[in-house]
């Protein structure tokens, strides 16, 4: 936690070189754990870059005695900028959702064929390509979302993924009670993952770790984490799709 009687300067104004430098390591970690939710054609840097506008805009707005730290304060204007960047961008290519697509539902297929979850090897098989390819299929899907972009096949004049997906602050209870039978879904839906997936999503999302950190704790390399982060996700929304309706 930064000391903020640190951070004014003679002036008794907040040293902004100063925030920027002290919470930068906030705004990298922020956009790494973001890139991994996202498709390979965004950039880590434009993520940065983003977030670093964010940080500098948190630090001349914010006033102490609002009734909240700077910290929190800024987390929230570093994830805005950095999500203003995606609207603002292609972010989502159509050839991305057709990817995604293709591997869900040979991985359905296969579940209903065989009575279980099948493997790389079996994934491979049944799209008619070498092991190699159907892990690079992985590595493109990256960006997978257990509630995604749009549950149609035609997706022109839908609203943006990013907007769909913001919470809205003036929900209803009855929308609070659905989550929570959906998060039950999903903590059901993890535990039939196999174990090695069960790890990394617990590593990811409860542990908050990025997938660099969660390849050195697995020894395997980051994009490997990033093939079996995709693999997980499919296999959840195969088992989640009925839940959706």
């Not at 390591?25 to 977030?51: E, F, N, T």
């Not at 004049?157 to 913001?166: K, V």
Request: glycine share 8%; net charge negative.
């Amino acid at each position: 936690m930064v000391k903020t009687a640190n951070l004014y300067n003679a002036t008794g104004k907040l040293d902004r070189d100063q925030y920027v430098e002290q919470y930068a390591p906030l705004v990298k970690r922020m956009a790494h754990h973001m890139l991994a939710k996202l498709p390979a054609s965004v950039q880590l840097d434009d993520l940065i870059q983003a977030g670093l506008i964010g940080l500098m805009d948190a630090v001349s707005r914010f006033e102490e005695g609002q009734g909240a730290q700077f910290e929190t304060y800024a987390t929230q204007r570093i994830r805005g900028a950095m999500l203003d960047e995606l609207r603002s961008g292609d972010w989502l290519p159509r050839g991305l959702r057709k990817t995604q697509r293709t591997i869900e539902n040979a991985m359905q297929r296969l579940e209903h064929r065989l009575g279980r979850i099948p493997n790389e090897g079996e994934m491979a098989k049944e799209l008619g390509v070498k092991l190699e390819e159907y892990q690079e299929m992985l590595q493109s899907a990256r960006g997978y979302q257990l509630i995604y972009f749009d549950q149609n096949d035609d997706d022109d004049g839908s609203d943006p993924f990013l907007d769909r997906n913001i919470a809205d602050e003036d929900s209803n209870p009855i929308d609070i009670l659905g989550d929570e039978r959906f998060r039950g879904a999903v903590i059901q839906a993890i535990e039939n993952l196999p174990e090695r997936e069960q790890m990394l999503m617990g590593l990811y999302y409860e542990q908050e770790l990025n997938f660099r950190e969660i390849a050195a704790i697995l020894g395997v390399t980051e994009s490997r984490v990033c093939q079996l982060h995709s693999q997980a996700i499919a296999r959840m929304r195969v088992r989640l799709r009925d839940w959706q309706g």
